[in-house]
């Protein structure tokens, strides 16, 4: 299971991007977002100020 960011509740901080292991973090328009290079490693739930990560 992947990690996707909630568009919704993701304020665009960019605390996760910097934190992701394999760099599946990125700006997409407005908020980020991650792609398919996500290994579940769960880093970015635990850095999002806001819970804007989430276990698909
Ligand atoms: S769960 Fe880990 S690998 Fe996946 S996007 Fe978040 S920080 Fe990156
Ligand atoms: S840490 Fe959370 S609020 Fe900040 S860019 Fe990432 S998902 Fe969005």
Same mark, same amino acid.
């Given at each position: =299971? @992947?990690?996707?960011? #909630?568009?919704? %509740?993701?304020? @665009?901080?960019?605390? *996760?991007? !910097? $934190? *992701? &292991?394999? $760099? @599946?973090?990125? =700006?997409?328009? !407005? %908020?980020? @977002?991650? $792609? !398919?290079? *996500?290994?579940?490693?769960? +880093? *970015? +739930? !635990?850095?999002? &100020?806001?819970?804007? &990560?989430? #276990? #698909?």
């Amino acid at each position: =299971m @992947a990690y996707v960011i #909630e568009e919704s %509740v993701c304020i @665009a901080c960019g605390a *996760c991007e !910097d $934190n *992701c &292991p394999v $760099n @599946a973090i990125s =700006m997409q328009g !407005d %908020v980020y @977002a991650i $792609n !398919d290079d *996500c290994i579940s490693c769960g +880093a *970015c +739930a !635990d850095i999002c &100020p806001v819970g804007a &990560p989430v #276990e #698909e």
